[in-house]
């Protein structure tokens, strides 16, 4: 199967929606080797059209750090349902657990593994706890040093160095 040519593919984006359907294919957690083969196109194809264009290539790069943040909440959703899980949820009032098909999507989306038996073990809430608090900044790691440094060392140093290093 031929690959598409340019001419081709710019009035395939443009009925598209214009450039506009790349950009929000790319925001929304997309990329342009998917697009590319929906398209039967070559990706330097779709890149050389973008970089020909500064607004376009102004567009795309905004689209990636969008797609960066799309990336964080997505993992962070992902984090909320391993931390979050409420193992009540898997065990009926008779006091039977549950099958995969009956479990909640939330708590689904919790299972670490399923055995051969059919037990069920879920992920570890406690890690996935601390990457959530890394992810949102609250983990401040301190590191403790310990050591001597007088004044005359600070002096001593600041000489030893070269001008152009200052």
Same mark, same amino acid.
């Given at each position: 199967? $031929?690959?598409?040519?340019?001419? #081709?593919?710019?009035? +395939?984006?443009?009925? #598209?929606?214009?450039?506009? $359907?790349?950009?929000?294919?790319?925001?929304?957690?997309?990329?342009?080797? +998917? @697009?590319?083969?929906?398209?039967?196109? !070559?990706?330097?194809?779709?890149?050389?059209?973008?970089?020909?264009?500064? *607004?376009? @290539?102004?567009?795309?790069?905004?689209? &990636?750090?969008? %797609?960066?943040?799309?990336?964080? /909440?997505?993992?962070?959703?992902?984090?909320?349902?391993?931390?979050?899980?409420? &193992?009540?949820?898997?065990? %009926?009032?008779?006091?039977?657990?549950?099958?995969?098909? *009956?479990?909640? /999507?939330? @708590?689904?989306? $919790? &299972?670490?593994?399923?055995?051969?038996?059919?037990?069920?073990?879920? +992920?570890?809430? @406690?890690?996935?706890?601390? +990457?959530?608090?890394?992810?949102?900044?609250?983990?401040? *790691? #301190?590191?403790?040093?310990?050591?001597?440094?007088?004044?005359?060392?600070?002096?001593?140093?600041?000489?030893?160095?070269?001008? !152009? /290093?200052?």
């Amino acid at each position: 199967m $031929s690959k598409m040519p340019i001419s #081709k593919l710019k009035s +395939q984006v443009t009925v #598209k929606g214009d450039f506009e $359907s790349i950009i929000r294919h790319i925001s929304n957690g997309g990329s342009l080797t +998917q @697009l590319s083969k929906m398209w039967n196109c !070559d990706y330097s194809e779709i890149m050389r059209m973008i970089r020909a264009d500064k *607004e376009k @290539l102004a567009a795309y790069q905004a689209a &990636i750090e969008d %797609r960066k943040e799309w990336a964080r /909440e997505r993992i962070f959703e992902e984090l909320q349902y391993m931390g979050n899980y409420n &193992i009540k949820d898997a065990v %009926r009032p008779d006091g039977t657990m549950k099958t995969i098909m *009956e479990l909640p /999507e939330d @708590l689904s989306r $919790s &299972i670490k593994e399923v055995d051969v038996d059919g037990s069920i073990k879920f +992920q570890d809430k @406690l890690k996935a706890l601390d +990457q959530k608090q890394k992810l949102l900044g609250l983990n401040i *790691e #301190k590191v403790e040093l310990s050591g001597k440094l007088t004044l005359a060392d600070i002096i001593i140093g600041a000489k030893a160095l070269k001008d !152009d /290093e200052l």
